[in-house]
């Protein structure tokens, strides 16, 4: 098991340790100061398509990038695809954002009563056409932000994990819970493993990186391209720094 640049489409994130999109904690500072500490790439708070296009002066106001927050991926959540790319193209417009990311995990009532996040786990039909046509409306490369289900009911990790790529997406980052169970139980790193047998394109791994050592079990028990660490940054930019040196082991470039 080697880790090494993750690349998709035009981005390329050197070392593949990224900080998670974490509505209401993630604001340019704390990016930037997580970027220093040698976070490979950082998302845009979760910002709404409906609010895009309403014009809405919040939503621009959480879509904010500091100069030199590199790779940065614009972070959009929405259920009807019009809304989606057009939100995605003016994203690309701004011209401050390396690729697109599509919300389909996030599991509070706000959103998901909306029927959009991880309310589209339940309907994989629907976010597929919102992927393609966020693909289709953009040069940019385009990602999903995800779990491995909704619940026990719904369509399984690699149901998902298939629906993405053929929708044409070029990274997946995966949160290894079900939405139903919000950030509590263990994650289950295995489905990360079966789901990177599955793609051709990166996956990133996410849920329950509190200490370095996780990463490298994470890596090492599922075999993913790179790791998300969402709390475990949260008061601890120093964490990806850590992380770095732990993960040498597994490291195939220059550090
Ligand atoms: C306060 C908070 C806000 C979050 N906001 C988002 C969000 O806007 N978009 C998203 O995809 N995930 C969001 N998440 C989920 C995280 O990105 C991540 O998937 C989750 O925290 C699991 O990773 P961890 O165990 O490293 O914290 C949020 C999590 C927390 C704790």
Redesign the pocket.
């Known amino acids: 098991m080697q880790l090494k640049p993750l690349t998709f489409g035009r981005v390329k994130i050197d070392f593949p340790v990224v900080l998670?999109?974490?509505?209401?904690?993630t604001d340019a500072a704390m990016r930037t100061l997580c970027l220093e500490q040698g976070a490979g790439a950082v998302y845009t708070?979760?910002t709404s398509a409906e609010g895009i296009r309403r014009d809405s002066a919040k939503t621009f106001q959480v879509l904010e990038a500091a100069k030199g927050e590199h790779p940065i991926a614009g972070?959009i959540f929405g259920r009807d695809p019009q809304a989606m790319a057009e939100a995605a193209k003016y994203v690309e417009q701004t011209g401050i954002f390396d690729w697109i990311d599509i919300?389909c995990?996030?599991p509070v009532k706000k959103v998901v009563s909306r029927g959009a996040g991880a309310a589209l786990l339940k309907d994989l039909p629907l976010m597929s056409e919102i992927i393609k046509r966020v693909k289709g409306a953009v040069s940019l490369p385009v990602s999903v932000?995800t779990r491995i289900g909704f619940n026990n009911d719904s369509a399984d990790h690699l149901e998902i994990a298939r629906m993405v790529e053929e929708s044409g997406a070029d990274m997946i980052a995966v949160?290894a819970r079900l939405a139903k169970n919000f950030?509590g139980g263990d994650p289950d790193w295995e489905k990360l493993g079966e789901m990177k047998q599955q793609l051709s394109m990166p996956i990133i791994g996410?849920?329950?990186?509190f200490e370095p050592a996780d990463a490298s079990r994470m890596v090492k028990a599922s075999g993913v391209d790179g790791v998300m660490?969402?709390?475990?940054a949260i008061g601890n930019p120093w964490i990806f720094g850590e992380i770095k040196a732990e993960l040498r082991a597994f490291w195939s470039g220059a550090i």
């Open positions: 998670a999109p974490m509505a209401g904690y708070e979760l972070h919300n995990g996030c932000k949160h950030h996410n849920g329950g990186i660490i969402g709390r475990g």
